[in-house]
């Protein structure tokens, strides 16, 4: 995960905010976002951390770490084992999805509240996918939760925690 994105919003912010004070204040605000790199990414990562032991409760036995490598943190997601219980033995195996290119589709109109647009935008961005695809993947998850959406690239895995 790359915390410079978050740093130079934080920057930005700052000489916005000193801007607003006079020349004298914008010149303190510039010496201070000189030195703010490190303390913020001492934030931000004891955030992360404190998210991840959150999540790690929630989760328990399974767990999330936060791992740094380099200046950037990752995590390591470990998810609780899997008992298989008299009733999955019993009921029978749900049949296979169906194939997204084959059979019939059909329209829905979604009505989204406006600040949630521009996130489902640069989530399907960030997975490469349109806006569609992205909906259909993430209403076919939520159906289907024990099959969680995944898109392999390379040797790393990513889709939703439980």
Do not use: C, Q
């Amino acid at each position: 995960m790359d915390l410079a994105p978050y740093v130079d919003h934080l920057r930005r912010e700052l000489a916005v905010a000193a801007a607003a004070g006079g020349e004298e204040a914008r010149a303190v605000g510039e010496r201070l976002a000189a030195t703010l790199d490190s303390a913020a990414r001492l934030a931000l990562l004891e955030a992360l951390s404190a998210a991840a032991d959150e999540i790690t409760r929630d989760l328990a036995p399974g767990s999330v770490e936060v791992r740094l490598r380099g200046r950037d943190p990752g995590f390591v997601v470990t998810p609780p084992p899997v008992e298989p219980s008299y009733e999955d033995e019993t009921r029978p195996a749900p049949p296979p999805p169906p194939d997204p290119d084959e059979g019939g589709t059909a329209r829905i109109s979604l009505r989204v509240p406006e600040h949630l647009k521009p996130r489902i935008e640069e989530a399907a961005a960030r997975d490469g996918l349109s806006v569609n695809a992205w909906l259909v993947r993430a209403v076919s998850a939520a159906l289907d939760p024990g099959e969680p959406a995944r898109r392999r690239s390379g040797n790393r895995y990513s889709g939703w925690v439980r």
